[in-house]
C-alpha cells in the first residue's frame, strides 16, 4: 500500500492550493488527465477554451500576492464588461445599475417598483430566493431579468430554493445607485467588480485561458497524480482504493485526508456511514452547465466579455466572447464564443443542442451571416452548482460534522457545498495547507 501523511483527494484548485504548501508530504490523487478541476482550458486548431469561463477577483492580498508571485506578468487586469440583453434594450450588468440603457417605459417602471421595495422590510426576512428577488429589484425587473433568468439557471420552481443560501449571489440595489444609472448607464466608475484578471502568456504559448492558472499552480505540487480516480474510502483504515493506469490500488493516509469531491459523492465512496448521514447526503442537490464551444471564422464582434439572456426562447443563460479576454485565444481571422446551458442532472442532454445554440446564437444577432462556424464541442461541468433547499445548510453540517469525526477534512466548493470563488477556495486551501504544515512540524 502506497503511503501518504497527507491525502488529498481531486486536482482542482483546492487541492493543488492545499498540496502545494506540503511538498513531499502529500499525494494528491486527481481522476482526469489534466490538473484544474473546472479551471480547464484546451485548444482546437488555435482555437482556444475555457471548460467554463473564469474571471479571476482576488479576495484578499495574501492570495493575491502569491498568485500574482506565481504567474507574473502573465496575469493582467480584465475589466469585467457585461451585459443583458432583454426585451426592453441592452443593459451593461448589473441592470439595476444601468437602466438608461431600458426604453423609457420599462426603466420607469423598473425604478418606481424597485424604490417601493427599498422602503420595505430587509431582505433577509423573507421566505424563498423566489421572495427574495422580488423583495430585492422589485417586479419589474424581476419579471423582466431575475426571475427567467434565474428560471434558466435553476430549472426549478424559485419558491422552492433557500434564500439564506443565494446571499453571495445579489445585494440590494442602492436607489442613489439606481436613478444614477438611469440618468448616466454609460457612467464607466459604474462597472460591476471592476478588479478582475486573467492571463494573457505571450503569442505562440503552449497554454492559454485561466487553465495557466492551474498549470501554474500544478506544477509547485511534488507529487501529483493524474488518472488517479478514487472509487472506494475506508476512513476507519484510513485507505482509499484508486482506480489507476496500471489497475486498482491501495493508497493510505497516517495524519490527514483532504477532500475536494462532492459531498454527495464522497459519502457515496466511503464505507461505515451511519444511516443519518447517508440520509444527509441523498438530499444534496446540484446543477450542471453544459458548455457549448464554437470556432467562429469571421469578424470579431465588440460585445463585452459576456451577455446574459433571459429569454425563454434560448437554451443558453450566456454567451461568452472569449477574444475579449486575450485577443490570442483565436487566429486573427476568428474568434472562439461559448455558450452556457445550465442543465439539471435528472434531465438528458437533447442530442442537438449545439445546433440549436448556433441557430439561436444567430436569432440574438450574436452571429451575423458573415460568421462561419467551423464546430461545436460539448463540454459538461458537473458539478456546477450546488441548490440550496430547504434543510440543505442542516445537511452540509451533517455531513461535514461526520467527515471530520473520521479525519476527513472537507475543501473546495463542493467539498464544503458552497458558492465559492476560485480565490476563495485557493485562499481556504493555502490556510488549510499551512495549519496541516505546522501540526506535522510540531509531531516531528
Ligand atoms: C459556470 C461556473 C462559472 C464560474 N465562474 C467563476 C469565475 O468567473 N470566477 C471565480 O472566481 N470562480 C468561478 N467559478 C467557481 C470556481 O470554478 C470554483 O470555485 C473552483 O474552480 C472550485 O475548485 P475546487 O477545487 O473546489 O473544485 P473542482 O474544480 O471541481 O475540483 C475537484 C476535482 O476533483 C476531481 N475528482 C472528482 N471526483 C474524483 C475522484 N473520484 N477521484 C479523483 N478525483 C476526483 C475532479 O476531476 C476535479 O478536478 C465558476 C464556477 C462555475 C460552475
New binding site residues.
Given amino acids: 500500500m502506497t503511503m501518504a501523511e497527507v491525502l488529498v ?7 493543488l492550493s492545499v498540496a502545494s504548501c506540503l511538498g513531499q508530504r502529500a499525494l494528491l ?4 488527465s489534466q490538473p ?4 480547464r482550458s484546451f485548444e482546437i486548431d488555435g482555437w482556444w477554451f475555457d471548460h ?6 482576488f479576495r484578499d492580498d495574501s492570495t493575491k500576492a502569491r498568485i500574482r508571485r506565481l504567474l507574473g506578468d502573465v496575469l493582467q487586469p480584465c475589466k469585467p464588461a457585461a451585459y443583458v440583453v432583454c426585451e426592453a434594450g441592452t443593459a451593461r450588468f448589473p441592470i439595476q445599475d444601468h437602466l438608461g440603457h431600458l426604453d423609457a417605459a420599462t426603466a420607469a417602471a423598473c425604478v418606481a417598483d424597485l424604490t417601493r421595495e427599498s422602503a420595505g422590510p430587509a431582505a433577509q426576512r423573507v421566505a424563498n430566493y423566489q421572495e427574495l428577488l422580488l423583495r430585492s429589484f422589485g417586479e419589474s425587473l424581476c419579471q423582466l431579468f431575475f426571475l427567467p433568468y434565474n428560471a434558466k439557471m435553476w430549472r426549478r420552481d424559485l419558491s422552492t430554493i433557500e434564500h439564506a443560501g443565494m446571499v453571495w449571489n445579489l445585494s440590494r440595489p442602492d436607489p442613489a445607485k439606481v436613478l444614477e444609472g438611469l440618468a448616466r448607464p454609460d457612467d464607466s466608475k459604474r462597472a460591476y467588480n471592476e478588479d478582475g484578471w486573467y492571463p494573457h502568456p505571450p503569442a505562440g504559448a503552449s497554454q492559454r485561458g485561466m487553465g495557466v492558472l492551474s498549470m501554474a499552480l500544478a506544477a509547485t505540487v511534488d507529487k501529483l497524480r493524474l488518472n ?4 472506494a474510502l475506508s476512513p476507519a483504515s484510513r485507505s482509499a482504493t484508486v482506480r489507476t493506469p496500471a489497475g486498482l490500488a491501495t493508497v493510505g493516509w497516517s495524519v490527514c485526508c483532504v477532500s ?2 462532492p459531498l454527495s ?1 464522497l459519502v457515496h ?1 466511503c464505507d461505515g456511514v451511519p444511516g443519518d448521514v447517508r440520509a444527509a447526503a441523498g438530499t444534496l442537490e446540484h446543477n450542471r ?1 453544459l458548455s457549448v464551444a464554437l470556432r467562429i471564422k469571421g469578424p470579431r464582434p465588440d460585445a463585452g466579455l459576456w451577455r446574459y439572456y433571459p429569454s425563454s426562447e434560448v437554451c443558453f443563460t450566456r454567451l461568452v466572447f472569449l477574444h475579449s479576454f486575450d485577443p490570442l485565444m483565436a487566429p486573427p481571422e476568428g474568434w472562439p464564443l461559448l455558450a ?1 446551458v445550465p442543465w439539471r442532472l435528472d434531465e438528458l442532454v437533447p442530442a442537438g443542442l449545439a445546433h440549436c445554440v448556433e441557430a439561436q446564437a444567430r436569432a440574438v444577432g450574436a452571429l451575423m451571416p458573415e460568421h462561419e462556424v467551423l464546430d461545436a464541442t460539448l463540454i459538461e ?1 458537473d458539478p ?2 450546488v441548490v440550496f433547499k430547504h434543510g440543505t445548510e442542516q445537511a452540509v453540517r451533517t455531513v461535514s460534522a461526520w467527515l471530520r469525526s473520521v479525519g476527513i477534512e472537507p475543501l ?4 464544503r457545498w458552497e458558492y ?6 485557493m485562499h481556504d486551501g493555502f490556510v488549510l495547507g499551512a495549519t496541516l504544515a505546522n501540526r506535522l512540524a510540531e509531531a516531528a
Avoid: F, N, P
Fill in positions: 483527494l481531486g486536482g482542482g484548485l483546492g487541492g490523487l486527481e481522476r482526469a484544474g478541476g473546472l479551471v467554463v469561463i473564469h474571471l479571476l477577483h488517479h480516480e478514487v472509487v475536494t469531491l459523492r465512496l452547465v452556457e461541468a456546477a452548482y473546495g466548493r463542493y467539498g465559492s470563488s476560485m480565490a476563495q477556495v
